[in-house]
């Protein structure tokens, strides 16, 4: 089973601020990584998929990068909403399909 | 509009069972894998199942092997999980999700809005 770990746990910036986000998985994954954003009471919502390919809707500030086991979520000016847990997930090796522990992405 | 609704979830004893169901709209339900993903209160998200478009394959996470069934009724677009033998740790929001034309080939790229399953006696 592939490990996914993310880093940090916790990140505390403003508003217009850039945010980075990490995920390292324990094993290549090649691309085939996706990010999640997940609000309170709400599903996740797909916002990355292979590693670097905005899904659906996802406005331009969210970008991803990487490949093989080394991984970033990159939102390059946070907006209010914008603040949220956020989950990396593999579909390389399965099953199973694999999340990382999430990264909580808070108001300073 | 892709449109995924759970429904079924509840207060069961340690022991017992519950059956979710997943209605879907919007799409060719019969052409897509499925799956469910569970969140235990606070925690992340853990995949527990998946099931092939026409319902020939399925598979589990270990920690749900032997004791959940996935299944599937592409004529009313619905997906269903019989759980069993439930334990406390199985307590969480349940949530279906869609995935592919098979397995691997994709993300989960859409989600219903989960229906919550307490397992406590």
């Known amino acids: 089973e592939i490990v996914l770990t993310q880093s940090p746990a916790v990140l505390s910036l403003s508003p217009g601020e850039r945010a980075t986000l990490s995920c390292r998985a324990s094993?290549?994954?090649?691309?085939?990584l996706a990010w999640y954003q997940q609000k309170p009471g709400q599903a996740p919502r797909l916002l990355i998929y292979d590693a670097s390919k905005r899904a659906t809707g996802i406005p331009a500030r969210f970008s991803g990068s990487g490949s093989g086991t080394d991984f970033t979520l990159t939102i390059s000016s946070l907006e209010p909403e914008d603040f949220a847990v956020y989950y990396c997930q593999q579909r390389s090796n399965w099953p199973p399909y694999t999340f990382g522990q999430g990264t909580k992405l808070e108001i300073k | 509009e892709v449109q995924l609704v759970e429904s079924g979830g509840g207060l069961e004893e340690p022991g017992g069972s519950l059956r979710l169901s997943c209605a879907a709209s919007?799409?060719?339900?019969?052409?897509?894998?499925m799956s469910w993903v569970r969140q235990a209160p606070g925690k992340g998200l853990e995949w527990v199942s998946g099931?092939?478009?026409?319902?020939?394959?399925?598979h589990y996470a270990d920690s749900v092997k032997g004791r959940f069934t996935i299944s599937r009724d592409n004529s009313k677009n619905t997906l269903f999980l019989q759980m069993k033998s439930l334990r406390a740790e199985d307590t969480a929001e349940y949530y279906c999700a869609k995935e592919g034309y098979w397995f691997g080939e994709a993300n989960f790229d859409y989600w219903g809005q989960g229906t919550l399953v307490t397992v406590s006696s």
């Open positions: 094993q290549s994954v090649s691309s085939y």
């Open positions: 099931i092939s478009g026409s319902g020939g394959t399925a």
């Open positions: 919007g799409f060719t339900f019969g052409s897509y894998v």
